[in-house]
């Protein structure tokens, strides 16, 4: 025994010596562990230098316990340290290599009961890898996906495992479903089932147990319209928007050589609406609006000019775009009436009596809005306006192009 405890003692300082400072980490590697192992229950510390705990299951019945471990030198194994403990588990700290250990169990009268089969393991280079940049840097719970963060940086090894970790320490780490790693980028896979609200930053940790973390990484709740709102709210939202509406003439007689054939540039549109109904395909309400603008063209000899207003009701379908979801898409589809009105020719010598009239009208239009802050948004479309005119055989239709400032709140 005595011999034993200097061999023991010879080893113990031959590895003190041989660790760097920085330290390994341990992996278990490709073996069968047999009798009461407990193979995956290794982990490592960061002090000076990284421990490895090697592990098993204890027996109640044991006095103490004999690890000999054993490295690999040439495709065979030469034996490095031999340890007597009274716990079922052992701290050392060995270089990168390949290892097996052994565990002989003395009972109570310091004999040996048996030994336990040899365990392999692998020590591996401790990297420390490095974030750069991680894309993108939101979620959104209204969104369909992906969820998905690309990260990208220096030594990102093979195996690496990335996360998300609340800032505030508060909640619960979300890992992602897979960790795909290609040269130094590693995509974390999420399902949208696992996110919750909340501000995290991302970190990456390598098989040797480094690590590097960068933020933040925000996920929101749903967000319809610049703001935030819980999951699953039913709040509608409301829209009011005002602006520039100049009309441009398309086809009918109201638009033939004679009358008006040129862009009117002085109109302005305003619209209020309301979305009752919100999902992640997009949010659907109503809408009503009135536009207004004047129309005047300089002929030869004559001078004509009109006024033409429109009251319109529809369906207000719209969609927030990702990734930010700052912008907006809105369609709109309905009917209304439009109003001629103050409709006459002027002549050197006078002018005629003024016409006047009133048409059913179908009604169209796309638009994208941005969001600037609050509730303010800018609008920019495209609507148009198709009357049915009975006097009219090719019913007279126009654009509005429209640039708005929109409020949705």
């Not at 000076?48 to 299951?57: D, T, V």
Request: net charge negative; glycine share 10%.
């Amino acid at each position: 025994m005595n011999s034993m405890g200097n061999r023991e003692r010879y080893f113990l300082a031959a590895l003190l010596f041989l660790s760097p400072v920085l330290g390994f980490a341990l992996e278990p590697a490709g073996s069968q562990p047999a009798g009461s192992h407990d193979p995956g229950n290794f982990f490592i510390e960061r002090t000076q230098r990284f421990i490895q705990r090697l592990s098993w299951i204890q027996d109640e019945a044991v006095f103490r316990y004999e690890v000999t471990i054993e490295a690999e030198q040439d495709g065979t194994y030469k034996g490095v340290l031999w340890k007597t403990t009274k716990e079922n588990f052992l701290d050392v700290s060995l270089p990168p290599g390949r290892y097996r250990y052994q565990t002989g169990v003395y009972n109570f009268l310091d004999e040996l009961e048996y030994t336990m089969n040899w365990v392999y393991f692998t020590v591996l280079n401790a990297i420390q890898p490095t974030i750069h940049r991680f894309t993108p840097t939101e979620f959104f719970l209204g969104d369909r996906g992906p969820w998905h963060i690309t990260v990208t940086g220096e030594n990102i090894a093979a195996g690496a495992e990335g996360a998300l970790r609340p800032l505030d320490g508060s909640g619960s780490i979300i890992y992602p479903e897979n960790t795909e790693i290609e040269g130094n980028a590693a995509r974390l896979i999420f399902s949208k089932k696992q996110l919750v609200p909340g501000l995290y930053e991302v970190y990456i940790r390598n098989p040797g147990g480094l690590e590097d973390s960068r933020g933040v990484f925000t996920v929101h709740p749903r967000r319809w319209n610049g703001k935030e709102a819980a999951e699953g709210s039913t709040r509608p939202d409301f829209i009011v928007s005002a602006g520039y509406a100049p009309l441009m003439p398309l086809y009918g007689e109201l638009f033939r050589e004679d009358a008006f054939i040129h862009p009117a540039p002085l109109g302005f549109a305003v619209k209020g609406g309301v979305l009752p109904l919100k999902r992640d395909w997009g949010s659907l309400g109503a809408e009503l609006g009135v536009s207004w603008n004047y129309l005047k063209e300089e002929k030869k000899g004559y001078t004509i000019s009109a006024q033409a207003a429109e009251l319109q009701a529809g369906l207000l379908y719209q969609l927030w775009l990702p990734p930010n979801r700052t912008m907006a898409f809105n369609f709109r589809l309905g009917t209304g009436i439009g109003i001629l009105t103050n409709f006459h020719f002027e002549h050197a010598d006078g002018r005629n009596d003024t016409m006047a009239g009133m048409y059913l009208s179908l009604d169209a239009g796309v638009s994208f809005q941005r969001h600037i802050k609050g509730p303010f948004f800018i609008e920019a479309g495209l609507d148009f306006t198709h009357l049915l005119s009975p006097g009219d055989p090719s019913q007279p239709g126009y654009f509005h192009p429209i640039l708005n400032a929109l409020w949705q709140f």
